[in-house]
């Protein structure tokens, strides 16, 4: 049964006084027997006082003299003489005292060894009855005088029962007492629950009275709103960032100082698990994994508020964060940094190429101005250094040009706008445009698409596209060959084209797989002499791709250099 506060309180309060009342009454009990037995003792004493008197004053060997004192005592005393060896010598209520065993290990006659009296209350092993035994040294002899330990000598020493009376009175009044303040007080506390349980609507102010109490209660009230106010609001946010954590690229997990885990996403496993090889999904391998081993002597040697390591497993790139909290908690957080690792080398190797492409064609300008400058040319060799440098500088034009519509590409491709585009004459255009070129190299052109082939693309990126393959074609396909684009399939969504030379192709076919990179030179020296940017099939694939399409390189059978590539139908 389950005890209400006003109960539990009464309850507490009666133990309490109830344990004091027992305390009071045995201590006093206890005390009132002191002083009982003491004054028995006392009369005792005058007993063995008297007697050792008499015995100083009428000394004799067999003690026979004694008798005409004891008779002068109350008939149930009993007198013994006991010498300093514990051979009883003299024994009133014995007639042959050589029967007496000796007495030197009583305990009365043993406590005179340490005090000038001995007391007891035990049974006797002559008499066999209980005797309350006192015993003192005179000096020469032990004086011993015993009581029967009956009802009368128990009576005698029983404490006043007055006082437990008295006591008992006391106790039910305080009790009353305490019943009914505890009535009162208890009366308020309900109060003060009820206005806690229905916190939630704030009572009118004629439902409090004037005491503290109720005015806790209401305060109380108050102050329970609020806290309920500022407990939705914290678990609104709460929420949300809960929310943001589960929907975090980044892997997160809390631990308390002790290392017990309080909250991970699913980031954190699903990294922890590239990580360790571990199948067990338990946050805690991270403690134990030689892969962090130096999460490991930061934990253990480090005063730092925080630790930034980067691992590397199963061929990606892991940031590892460590933050600790005021409270010695701390964070760990997993992230996949192989993309932007690998973007922030693309850029730097970009950053070189870039500047290794611009050296040339700006070294080449600068020497042939430099030069006109310095020397006296005849006008036709002045003319031919100043058109040399020209070249440069469209070669320059070219490569700046390139490098602006790859950025765009690969930053805004969103903002190129797509329309629906024939591509027999778009091609048939851009073929008179290098009309000069395939004659100069004899080059035959084929444009193998039938008239209705439409695509849905960027004007503009798309003959950025078949400009970079037909320059790419000219470049090192060589005299006396023929280019061809043809469609060699279409579906409901896309038309698949094929471009190909009947040049030299590539000899070796590990650079196929490597030619869409920026600034990848197939043969170093002799591509550079060709010129070109080096960007123009990156550029093509870049393009491609923006245009829901993927393109493939490879070496034709019959010679030459072949590329496959699809784009979406309009």
Request: charged residues 25%; glycine residues 6%.
């Given at each position: 049964?389950k ?31 002191v002083?009982?037995t ?14 050792s ?25 009993r007198v013994?003489i ?5 051979i ?7 007639k042959n ?7 030197a ?39 011993r005088?015993?009581l ?19 006591i008992?009175?006391?106790y ?13 007080f ?6 003060l ?9 704030i009572p009118?102010?004629?439902?409090f ?8 209660g ?7 709103l ?20 589960h ?11 002790q ?15 590239l ?27 480090s005063t ?5 390591d ?21 964070e760990?957080?997993?992230n996949?940094?192989t ?9 730097q190797?970009?950053?070189g ?20 400058l310095?020397?006296k040319l ?5 003319l ?47 073929k ?6 395939f ?58 084209f094929?471009?190909?030379d ?7 076919e ?42 493939y ?13 699809h784009?979406?139908?309009a």
């Open positions: 049964m005890l209400n506060f006003k109960q539990r309180l009464f309850f507490y309060f009666t133990v309490i006084f109830t344990l004091s009342i027992i305390g009071v009454t045995i201590f006093e009990r206890n005390k009132e027997k002083q009982k003491e004054t028995l003792e006392g009369i005792l004493d005058v007993y063995t006082t008297t007697i008197s008499f015995l100083s004053k009428n000394p004799t060997d067999n003690f026979s003299n004694l008798d005409s004192l004891v008779s002068l005592f109350p008939s149930e005393l013994s006991i010498d300093k060896e514990g009883v010598n003299y024994d009133n209520t014995i005292i050589n029967i007496l065993s000796n007495h290990q009583r305990p009365e006659i043993l406590a005179l060894k340490t005090s000038n009296k001995g007391t007891d209350i035990r049974n006797s092993a002559s008499k066999n009855q209980a005797y309350l035994y006192y015993a003192k040294d005179n000096g020469i002899n032990f004086i005088v015993a029967p330990y009956n009802i009368n000598t128990k009576n005698l020493l029983k404490p006043d029962n007055s006082f437990v009376y008295f008992l009175i006391i039910l009044s305080v009790l009353f007492l305490i019943n009914s303040i505890i009535n009162k208890g009366k308020s506390v309900t109060q629950r009820d206005f806690a349980i229905h916190a939630k609507v009118s102010e004629n439902n009275s004037d005491n503290e109490l109720d005015e806790i209401k305060k109380l009230t108050e102050n329970y609020l806290l309920e106010k500022s407990k939705n609001e914290v678990n609104a946010e709460k929420e949300k960032l809960l929310q943001h954590i929907n975090s690229k980044e892997g997160i997990c809390f631990f308390t100082p290392k017990e885990v309080e909250f991970y996403n699913g980031h954190f496993i699903q990294y922890l698990h990580i360790t090889d571990s199948e067990e999904g338990n946050p805690n391998v991270i403690f134990t994994d030689k892969a962090f081993e130096k999460l490991h002597l930061f934990l253990k040697n730092a508020n925080f630790l930034d980067k691992i590397s497993k199963q061929g990606k790139i892991f940031h590892l964060r460590l933050v600790f909290f005021e409270n010695k908690g701390f760990i957080i997993l996949d940094i993309l932007q690792e690998k973007t922030r080398v693309l850029k190797e970009m950053t190429n870039i500047a290794h492409e611009l050296r040339t064609p700006v070294t080449g300008i600068r020497g042939y101005l430099e030069t006109i310095t020397q005849e006008i036709d060799k002045q031919y250094f100043t058109e040399k440098a020209f070249l440069q500088t469209k070669v320059l034009s070219e490569l700046i040009q390139d490098m602006s519509l790859i950025a765009k590409i690969e930053e805004a491709g969103y903002t190129f706008t797509m329309q629906a585009i024939h591509l027999k004459p778009f091609l048939e255009q851009i008179e445009d290098y009309t000069l070129q004659t100069e190299k004899r080059v035959q052109f084929t444009i193998n698409i039938p008239e209705e082939c439409t695509i849905k693309g960027n004007q503009n990126l798309l003959h950025s596209v078949f400009r970079n393959l037909i320059d790419n074609a000219l470049r090192y396909a060589g005299n006396d060959t023929n280019i061809t684009i043809y469609l060699y399939n279409q579906d409901a969504d896309f038309c698949y094929s471009f190909y009947t040049g030299k192709g590539i000899e070796d590990k650079h196929l797989s490597r030619i869409f990179e920026r600034f990848y030179r197939v043969n170093e020296g002799r591509t550079r002499d060709m010129g070109g940017s080096g960007l123009g099939l990156s550029i093509v694939k870049n393009a491609i791709q923006i245009h829901g399409g993927t393109i390189a490879k070496n034709r059978k019959e010679g030459g250099l072949e590329f496959l590539f784009l979406k139908r």
